[in-house]
């Protein structure tokens, strides 16, 4: 089969984001049971509205019900399984072993995808999956590809899923207790506080310190002593195909459409033609921290970024294309510009990297200005190229 390019969908324009930029499938979660429950997530009719959408793209939609299920979560659990089968959504991504038992009962022609919350590392756990009526297995990122390797030799028949872009967790394929111990917010039932980000002073107990407290000194990197460096396989996805892998995972449901749009095209264009240093280029467009391919080439001691939480992208995000007539893109305002400024074209057509010096603009009231600092509001930007609705304009930050 051929490999999909899957992403992250937090809400419906973003789902529509996703799939313009050249995602084959997108995963999105509902307003209950998913691990990203600050997404704004769909609800039941806006997940109706999704399936549809996606499938008259000829495109796919799994839905996320990955927490660690409670008894109490089954009544209401159950009906959603039977729910997303009517609506004819291709996959639900399931973590909990009750959760399974329960989707197969209840909905029994709805795909069922193991989530990697499950901590899937090996070939027997795979094989275990398969004879509970799984169709795909979404593996645990602490794996090498020589370990997915054997996987795949051993249970061939069986679809395996892997991140290959995005923020890593600190903790063993996601299941962390930090955030419920320091903000009484359980991970593993989608309401992480992300503690892992956070800048730490280390201190040490002391009985002969008058505070009790004994401060430790930090060295020249910081203390960010928890946070993970993100994934980036983009150089490796033909090593990943060679592996078994059919379904390559974009991480960030809780991420910009600006966002969605870079990663997902670098992505989209790496697959189709390959990678070149034009792909790294453009994966560092948007905010980031310092890259990692993780555990895939084996053991991996450089996997922290101690030095900050988050990097700045070499872009910033001006605006949404609305669409284009007589030599006017409509924009829908992200970040402040000026006339003047050169903006590039964030697209999955030809106009793609393409720039252009903003000359005449005009707002909503058709009154002509030079200062476009009305957040949201829609623009008439005088551009050279027949843009898409869907495309994005960019500003390239200077150095």
Not at 22 to 42: E, I, M, P, Q
Not at 131 to 137: I, L, V, Y
Not at 265 to 275: E, I, L, S, V
Request: proline share 2%.
């Amino acid at each position: 089969m051929n490999v999909e390019l899957l992403a992250p969908a937090g809400n419906f324009s973003k789902l529509k984001t996703a799939l313009y930029f050249g995602a084959d499938a997108a995963y999105a979660g509902g307003k209950n049971f998913s691990l990203r429950s600050f997404a704004d997530n769909f609800s039941r009719e806006e997940m109706t509205k999704a399936a549809e959408y996606a499938h008259s793209y000829d495109k796919k939609l799994y839905v996320t019900a990955n927490i660690f299920a409670r008894n109490y979560d089954f009544c209401e659990l159950e009906d959603y399984f039977v729910f997303l089968e009517g609506i004819g959504v291709d996959g639900a991504i399931i973590s909990d072993p009750g959760a399974v038992y329960i989707a197969a009962k209840a909905a029994p022609r709805l795909d069922i995808h193991i989530s990697t919350q499950a901590n899937i590392t090996n070939k027997y756990s795979v094989k275990f999956w398969q004879e509970q009526g799984a169709k795909r297995c979404v593996l645990a990122r602490e794996l090498s590809l020589e370990e997915i390797a054997e996987i795949h030799s051993f249970v061939p028949d069986m679809q395996l899923e892997a991140f290959v872009h995005g923020a890593m967790c600190i903790s063993y394929s996601g299941r962390c207790l930090l955030s419920d111990y320091l903000a009484n917010r359980s991970s593993n039932r989608g309401a992480c506080a992300q503690p892992c980000r956070w800048q730490y002073t280390i201190r040490k107990r002391d009985a002969l310190s008058d505070s009790g407290e004994l401060e430790l000194c930090e060295d020249e990197r910081g203390a960010y002593i928890l946070n993970s460096k993100d994934l980036n396989m983009s150089a490796y996805l033909a090593e990943m195909q060679q592996a078994g892998v059919c379904s390559f995972k974009i991480e960030g449901r809780m991420k910009s459409e600006y966002y969605l749009a870079t990663v997902i095209n670098a992505y989209r264009r790496c697959m189709d033609f390959g990678y070149t240093d034009a792909v790294e280029k453009e994966l560092g467009a948007a905010a980031h921290r310092d890259y990692t391919t993780a555990y895939a080439l084996g053991k991996n001691s450089g996997t922290v970024n101690y030095s900050d939480s988050q990097a700045k992208g070499d872009c910033e995000y001006i605006g949404n294309v609305l669409g284009f007539k007589d030599g006017f893109a409509q924009v829908e305002m992200r970040g402040r510009f000026f006339a003047g400024d050169e903006l590039e074209v964030l697209s999955p057509t030809q106009n793609f990297g393409k720039s252009f010096t903003v000359g005449r603009v005009f707002d909503s009231n058709g009154e002509a200005v030079s200062d476009c600092k009305r957040v949201q509001e829609k623009y008439l930007v005088e551009c050279p190229y027949a843009l898409s609705r869907g495309d994005i304009l960019r500003r390239r930050r200077i150095s």
